[in-house]
């Protein structure tokens, strides 16, 4: 349900290291990721927009806060439970396509479903095959793949447990203009036409631009916000963070 936090956060904080060494990545971080909403996380390098997405998604452990993924606290599960909620509840899209360079397209589309033993939803399949344009290319490897079509596989693959949020971190980096403006519009479409929720770590105005909101970070801390966002707006809000950080 739309307005319903999908995952959420509370004082989050993170620090790395002790003594000389010892870096504040988040401090009491408080956010909310809706449920049927695209989520841009933005900020200036080193402020924490990573850190953020990773301890929400149950990659990373917090120092001490609060995460939730629905009503159920990652701090109360165990490790092997932790596991599972991020193969069945959670998908993930990274900058380096991290595919299997042994499988097919279809074989990497289904691996998460395959390794708990899950058999795909035929219907969802056929229009996530159809939504990311690689129903001519589901036997290929990886390596017969272009890096936009490997990148299709990959989000693909994140869609296709159905899963509460995709989590997505950098996910054009490693992209061309035209095949990022194709990932971003994937994602869109997942959000529009399946009701995911979808949170997006960028560095590129364009792609916050997909977004319905906009998040800023800055020294591990939640400075602003933007709904509706435009590319030119986003730019103006980094100029000024930047600035600031100057």
């Not at 200036?44 to 993924?69: I, R």
């Not at 629905?70 to 380096?96: H, I, K, P, S, Y």
């Not at 129903?135 to 299709?152: I, K, Y």
Request: hydrophobic fraction near 45%.
């Amino acid at each position: 349900m739309q307005n319903q936090p999908a995952a959420r956060a509370r004082a989050l904080t993170k620090v790395y290291g002790d003594g000389d060494s010892r870096v504040v990545a988040l401090s009491s971080v408080d956010v909310e990721f809706y449920s049927g909403r695209f989520t841009a996380i933005m900020g200036p390098s080193g402020s924490g927009k990573s850190t953020l997405m990773h301890c929400v998604a149950g990659l990373d452990a917090p120092t001490s806060g609060e995460v939730f993924l629905g009503d159920a606290e990652l701090a109360d599960m165990t490790d092997n439970q932790l596991t599972a909620l991020r193969r069945d509840r959670v998908g993930f899209v990274f900058q380096a396509f991290n595919l299997l360079p042994t499988l097919t397209a279809w074989e990497n589309i289904t691996l998460p479903l395959d390794l708990a033993g899950r058999e795909p939803d035929r219907e969802l399949a056929d229009a996530i095959v159809d939504a990311v344009g690689l129903r001519d290319r589901l036997h290929h490897r990886p390596a017969q793949l272009s890096g936009g079509q490997q990148q299709r596989v990959a989000c693909a693959r994140a869609l296709i447990t159905n899963p509460d949020v995709v989590f997505a971190d950098e996910p054009t980096g490693a992209l061309d203009s035209r095949s990022s403006a194709d990932l971003l519009d994937l994602l869109r479409t997942s959000v529009d036409r399946f009701g995911r929720t979808v949170v997006m770590v960028t560095h590129e105005p364009a792609a916050a631009a997909y977004a319905d909101r906009v998040l800023f970070l800055a020294d591990g801390r939640l400075v602003d916000e933007l709904t509706a966002p435009t590319a030119d707006r986003v730019l103006d809000r980094m100029k000024h963070l930047e600035r600031v950080a100057v």
